[in-house]
């Protein structure tokens, strides 16, 4: 599969600062009060995320100060876990009332998340700026959505273990043609930010939460829950089938009851969903 790119995609081995917005003075023209002003606006971004705590918190900071570096109409944040990944999906958005919409929709177009995730892969995990209508996305309900909104150029940048994994995928659904080298420097130099502030908020809810493991894993039986660790690791229904001495069969009947039970679509659903509900701990 072919993924359409920009020039905006290939930021340099050794980017320069933020330049000014389109419009502002260039060059020589530009003013050092207007560089001192770009940088101030990094450090109070970089503060602000220190200080994120809660969910409510994050969004103020993408959806207010974040705004004046990277302008986009919608912000997912997705968690990749195990390989094959499964994905945990949150949307942030001030154009839309039920951004959780979005997050949900970029789960149940299955060509959305993997496509995202292989093109900054094959990047080498730099920065990525795509066009929604040719980048191999398809035709979902994301991209509809999406273009509906007119933030049909995508910025995807996210954070990868020690082993070169994927961890985090932050993806900016922004305005067509106001992406440029700026924001993609920009995404780079901030996703730690981004990431650690996204990951408090994970844990605050957690924390909050308190009894929801117990309660999330009585949704399941318990070998309903066995099969779905299996599924985690990888296995097909005549694998698991083979371990837990059932037919295959039998394990794709327990698999449809597991994805009714936790609402899902999919097998890849039904992790992330899992992971969330803190069924799985892997």
């Known amino acids: 599969m072919s993924i359409t790119t920009t020039p905006a995609q290939q930021p340099s081995a050794t980017p320069p600062l933020p330049i000014a917005h389109p419009g502002e003075p260039k060059g020589d023209e530009r003013t050092a009060a207007t560089d001192f002003l770009q940088i101030e606006s990094?450090?109070?971004n970089l503060d602000a995320s220190l200080r994120v705590h809660a969910r409510a918190h994050f969004f103020s900071?993408?959806?207010?100060?974040?705004?004046s570096l990277i302008r986009h109409e919608l912000l997912v944040c997705t968690l990749c876990?195990?390989?094959p990944p499964a994905f945990r999906a949150d949307g942030f958005s001030m154009t839309t009332p039920d951004p959780a919409m979005f997050s949900d929709m970029f789960l149940r177009d299955t060509a959305v998340a993997p496509t995202l995730l292989k093109a900054w892969e094959e990047r080498r995990y730099q920065p990525v700026v795509l066009d929604a209508a040719a980048s191999g996305l398809g035709n979902g309900a994301f991209v509809r959505e999406i273009e509906r909104l007119g933030a049909t150029?995508?910025?995807v940048h996210g954070v990868h273990d020690a082993d070169g994994r994927a961890v985090t995928l932050f993806t900016f659904a922004c305005r067509s043609g106001s992406v440029g080298p700026r924001q993609a420097y920009l995404?780079?130099?901030l996703a730690p930010s981004l990431y650690n502030a996204w990951v408090r908020t994970q844990l605050t809810q957690r924390t909050q939460a308190g009894g929801d493991k117990s309660s999330g894993q009585s949704v399941l039986t318990v070998r309903e829950?066995?099969?779905l660790k299996w599924i985690y690791l990888g296995?097909?229904?005549f694998e698991i089938g083979a371990i837990l001495k059932i037919s295959p069969l039998t394990v794709k009947n327990h698999v449809q009851k597991i994805l009714r039970k936790l609402n899902v679509v999919n097998r890849t659903q039904a992790i992330g969903k899992a992971m969330e509900l803190r069924i799985l701990n892997p």
């Open 42 to 44: 990094i450090v109070l």
């Open 61 to 67: 900071w993408t959806q207010g100060l974040l705004q």
């Open 81 to 83: 876990h195990g390989k």
């Open 153 to 155: 150029q995508l910025l």
């Open 187 to 189: 995404a780079q130099l």
């Open 225 to 227: 829950q066995d099969i």
């Open 235 to 237: 296995k097909s229904n």
